[in-house]
């Protein structure tokens, strides 16, 4: 039996996993392999599933939990991909507040279904910018020590640790990120790319398919600091529907998400520690669609993906990840959409709103230590 190739690309939140798992399975299909998505998250209505299924390629979504905690989920969503078009690739996004994911998820796949899959060096993704700020190289705001922590771990257990973004650094800022995650974390490889244009890919491609997943044994992880440290963060995902009359949804989704910035700049004397806001909006019909993003409160919005068409009807998630209270999250954001549609003079449909703080993770596997392959 044939075994496919689970390929996981973790990192924090705002570190552009989505986009580099897009390029990645862009690359595959390029070469003729069957590629099968998995995005991940805590409650449903997620712009990344959105993201990825407009690609074309098949695509499961895991809401309610992590991998970790949903393990036996993980395991159905692979089968039920394998029904629909038996990927040769598997590409998978943990949470980006998940961490631990050599014992909880990729040493029980490799133990309990090595017939199945074989399982590629883990991948932790890294914005430069909050990764020169956490390590201490760059001065600005980050996020709180427990916070950090899991953002710690998640570098610690990285196989692969691979700077995204690289052109926003020069190249002296850049190659002293490099050395100083290697003396950090001298159990990964450290590799630099740019999901937008490519470089850097060919490297990491290689490296991902050539090489064994390591030998190292699960780090130790403190799970109460572990879940203080999600707790901290603020969670709100919403979904609606818009409509009237032909309207710019690339001018509505940018200037939603700018107004929507600067409220949330302003909401406090300190502001808020956004770690990653995303919205998008698709037309009832066709296969058009519109993303912005932004992954830090003193960053701006980029719209990765624009409509073609002025649109009458659309389909509109949000989803924000901020160290901050939920329900205050909530009511601006809300805010902020109400008076948006007030403003182009559209209807607007709440169809989900979900406010909340990851709980506690409870992993359905915790399998300590690696056997040599």
């Known amino acids: 039996m044939l075994t496919a190739h689970y390929i996981m690309i973790g990192g924090f939140l705002g570190a552009g996993k989505t986009t580099s798992i897009l390029r990645l399975a862009q690359h595959f299909s390029s070469l003729g392999k069957r590629v099968g998505l998995i995005a991940n998250d805590q409650s449903q209505g997620l712009v990344d599933t959105a993201m990825l299924a407009n690609s074309g390629l098949p695509t499961e979504e895991i809401s309610g939990g992590c991998f970790c905690c949903k393990f036996n989920s993980l395991i159905e969503a692979c089968e039920s991909l394998d029904a629909q078009s ?4 598997y590409l998978a996004e943990p949470v980006g507040s998940c961490t631990d994911l ?27 910018i909050r990764a020169q700020r956490f390590l201490g190289l760059l001065t600005g705001k980050t996020f709180s020590p427990k916070v950090n922590y899991i953002y710690d771990r998640q570098l610690e257990e990285a196989d692969l640790i691979v700077i995204n ?46 090489s064994a997943k390591s030998n190292h044994n699960s780090m130790p992880v403190d ?22 009359a032909e309207f710019d949804g690339n001018q509505f989704l940018l200037t939603l998400l700018e107004n929507l910035h600067e409220s949330l700049v302003n909401h406090s004397k300190d ?57 205050e999250l909530k009511s601006v954001t809300l805010k902020s959409l109400r008076n948006a549609c007030q403003a182009s003079r559209l209807s607007l449909e709440e169809k989900h709103v979900a406010a909340f703080r990851p709980a506690p993770p409870t992993p359905t596997h915790r399998i300590s230590s690696v056997s040599t392959l």
């Open 86 to 89: 038996k990927p040769e690739i």
């Open 102 to 128: 050599v014992a909880t998820v990729v040493t029980p796949l490799q133990q309990l279904h090595a017939d199945k899959y074989q399982i590629a060096p883990l991948s932790v993704l890294v914005d430069p």
């Open 165 to 210: 973004k690289s052109d926003l650094l020069q190249s002296d800022q850049l190659q002293t990120l490099v050395s100083t995650l290697e003396q950090r974390y001298p159990k990964a490889h450290v590799l630099t790319v740019c999901a937008r244009t490519g470089d850097g890919f060919e490297q990491w491609l290689e490296t991902l398919t050539t």
């Open 223 to 244: 799970y109460q600091l572990y879940a203080e440290g999600e707790a901290l963060l603020g969670w709100v995902n919403v979904s609606a529907h818009i409509r009237g």
């Open 271 to 327: 502001s808020v520690a956004i770690a990653h806001l995303k919205g998008t909006l698709i037309p009832d019909v066709g296969n058009d669609i519109a993303i912005g993003n932004l992954v830090r409160e003193d960053s701006h919005v980029e719209m990765s993906y624009q409509l073609d068409e002025l649109l009458e009807f659309g389909d509109l998630i949000l989803n924000l990840r901020a160290e901050a209270d939920p329900e």
